[in-house]
């Protein structure tokens, strides 16, 4: 069974510039959530999709978007990145968004703005 | 406004000791309520996990405690190892909606 699986690993931009992060849900998980991890903080929701819909969505503003694919994997877009932005970004996916059973998590990506 | 509050942020502990970290909510809608570990450069892997209709759930060396009343929850790590020296998080959730994460608490076990 293939775990979640998050590109890049690092990751270094300048201000104002735009990000894509990409994320493989585990096998036969059709729910993938993004969280942002701060430096000594817990992850916080961004959004969730399940069906190539976003269903769900934390208090982010609008220049974090997203997409999830058929195949269920999902992209995390920052648009003018700001220095508050450097964070681990977390994928994580679940079987289906009424599941409040097991998160499982990638490694994530750890964003850095300068 | 932090709906999950946990504590101590670091705990050291010796080995073959009991760590004990606390988390408190807010929102009687959660019924959802685990506990991850992270180790550096990881992402956060499920350790536990109760809901609301049971006062403790016990797997091997770790024990959550659920107090629905006081809207707290704790995690015990009975014979406490250096292996398990990560950052704790505790979460709550409701059906179908996110996860809210606490702060964390860095646990230490010195040999």
């Known amino acids: 069974e293939t775990g979640v699986t998050q590109s890049p690993t690092h990751l270094i931009k300048t201000r104002g510039q735009q990000v894509t992060l990409r994320c493989s849900s585990q096998?036969?998980?059709?729910?993938v959530s993004w969280y942002q991890q701060a430096l000594g903080q817990g992850p916080q929701f961004i959004f969730q999709y399940y069906r190539e819909e976003e269903n769900g969505r934390g208090n982010f503003p609008p220049r974090f978007s997203g997409l999830q694919f058929p195949n269920y994997s999902s992209e995390l877009n920052v648009n003018a990145l700001e220095l508050d932005d450097s964070a681990l970004y977390l994928c994580?996916?679940?079987?289906?968004?009424?599941?409040?059973?097991?998160?499982?998590f990638g490694e994530g990506s750890r964003l850095t703005v300068l | 406004q932090q709906q999950v509050k946990q504590s101590p942020q670091s705990l050291i502990v010796q080995k073959g000791g009991i760590s004990i970290i606390n988390c408190a909510y807010e929102n009687t809608a959660f019924d959802y309520f685990p506990w991850y570990q992270q180790f550096p450069g990881k992402g956060p892997a499920l350790l536990i996990a109760?809901?609301?209709?049971?006062s403790e759930k016990k797997e091997g060396r770790f024990t959550i405690s659920f107090n629905k009343s006081a809207k707290q929850f704790s995690l015990h790590i009975m014979d406490s190892q250096p292996g398990d020296s990560a950052t704790y998080f505790c979460?709550?959730?409701?059906?179908?909606?996110?996860?809210?994460f606490g702060t964390g608490t860095s646990l230490t076990v010195i040999p």
């Open positions: 109760i809901r609301p209709d049971v």
């Open positions: 979460a709550a959730s409701n059906t179908g909606n996110q996860f809210y």
């Open positions: 994580a996916s679940r079987r289906g968004p009424m599941n409040t059973g097991e998160l499982f």
């Open positions: 096998s036969g998980h059709n729910t």
